[in-house]
């Protein structure tokens, strides 16, 4: 039987604002102690009462309290059915793919995380799947992409690292026309500033680890799915595959969350002084942000998004103010990731994209000179002060 308490205060959620369901959560406390932390359950197994008699929790690999808690609160924030605690984003992902019939082909972003390019270029590719890489903010260049064994369309948007915006919308739109599975990658914006569910999308990945957490101290991926099947699908996952996010993390996880959207505003405010700062710097060639107005799809995002978080790409004069900037940055650290309250540099090449085919990433811009930067919440005149010595 279930354990009837963890369901009181859920439907509840869908009547507050969303900077009070991030502090408040699913249960938003522990309802039979009464804790105000939830409580990590720190437990492999758990005791039945008698013969046919459950708590509803049997084995931590199935189902913990903890993670649940996290799971919960995840759905109410992206407006879900359910969600899905995963030990990292690759692992959120590789269970998404995991859907795919033999065949299958996929449409996804060209512009696209490098660990994502992996998973299908170098597993699932053999399982006979076929993967094209297209733009997707053209959707006609989308439609021409389809084929009869066309099953899921993948979106980043923005995309990392070019900061490339789709239209979640129309995509859903074409993926429904043919019967395809439509997935956003909503790491960038989170379900404060974007809520692709909301849009027309399927299902819903993250890479916990960024923004969710917001601190650079757990690796975490979640996955939200709207649809009864999609989350039987990935219950399936979670208990066959054992990937499920440890208690302790869906712990310190589910404390980032409560900040998330006052960080996420800082994290905004702040892009926007650095990425104008940057444009006008005379070493700075070119600066990708999806907060210009200029920017291509500028409309597209206003209409589907209420900020742009705390992303920014840009291209160097030259491979020597590259590896200067890299060197000499100071309050910035030169480290892989985004999305926690550091603000971090990243060299695309040989970080993020490396696993992108070098005609690829060349294509795309992603050359020698080019710098990936997550803007922290740090005061931002510290922030252009560190990168103006650098640069200097």
Not at 280 to 294: C, T
């Amino acid at each position: 039987m279930k354990n009837e308490c963890y369901y009181n205060n859920f439907d509840r959620k869908e009547k507050l604002a969303f900077d009070t369901k991030v502090v408040h959560g699913g249960m938003g406390c522990d309802p039979i102690t009464g804790a105000v932390s939830f409580p990590i359950f720190q437990t492999a197994t758990f005791r039945h009462r008698a013969f046919g008699i459950s708590t509803g929790y049997d084995y931590t690999r199935v189902q913990n309290p903890t993670r649940q808690e996290l799971e919960r609160t995840m759905a109410i924030l992206e407006n879900g059915l359910e969600g899905f605690a995963f030990s990292s984003g690759q692992a959120a992902n590789m269970a998404l793919f995991t859907w795919l019939p033999v065949g299958s082909h996929v449409i996804l972003s060209d512009d696209i995380y490098g660990g994502t390019f992996r998973i299908c270029d170098e597993i699932f590719s053999k399982f006979g799947c076929t993967f094209s890489w297209i733009d997707l903010s053209d959707l006609d260049a989308v439609r021409a992409a389809v084929k009869p064994e066309t099953k899921m369309i993948f979106c980043e948007t923005p995309t990392n690292p070019m900061m490339k915006v789709a239209d979640i919308a129309a995509l859903a739109d074409i993926a429904h026309e043919i019967g395809a599975l439509f997935v956003v990658d909503n790491t960038f914006m989170t379900p404060y500033f974007q809520r692709p569910l909301d849009l027309g999308a399927d299902v819903v990945v993250h890479s916990a680890t960024k923004y969710l957490c917001g601190h650079n101290d757990v690796i975490a991926g979640i996955a939200v799915a709207k649809s009864q099947e999609m989350c039987d699908f990935f219950h399936a996952q979670l208990k066959s595959h054992g990937n499920g996010l440890a208690p302790m993390d869906c712990w310190l996880l589910l404390r980032g969350l409560k900040t998330l959207a006052l960080r996420m505003e800082r994290h905004n405010a702040n892009a926007m002084e650095v990425s104008h700062w940057l444009r006008k710097h005379p070493k700075v060639k070119k600066v990708y942000y999806s907060g210009f107005e200029d920017h291509k799809d500028y409309a597209v995002m206003t209409r589907q998004s209420t900020g742009f978080s705390g992303m920014i790409s840009f291209e160097l004069d030259s491979l020597e103010t590259t590896m200067n900037l890299l060197s000499r940055v100071k309050l910035i650290m030169f480290a892989e990731s985004l999305g926690g309250v550091e603000s971090l540099v990243t060299y695309p090449l040989t970080q993020t994209h490396e696993s992108i085919p070098a005609d690829v990433r060349e294509a795309l811009g992603i050359n020698e000179r080019f710098i990936r930067i997550s803007i922290g919440i740090e005061n931002p005149r510290d922030i252009i002060a560190d990168l103006e010595q650098a640069l200097a």
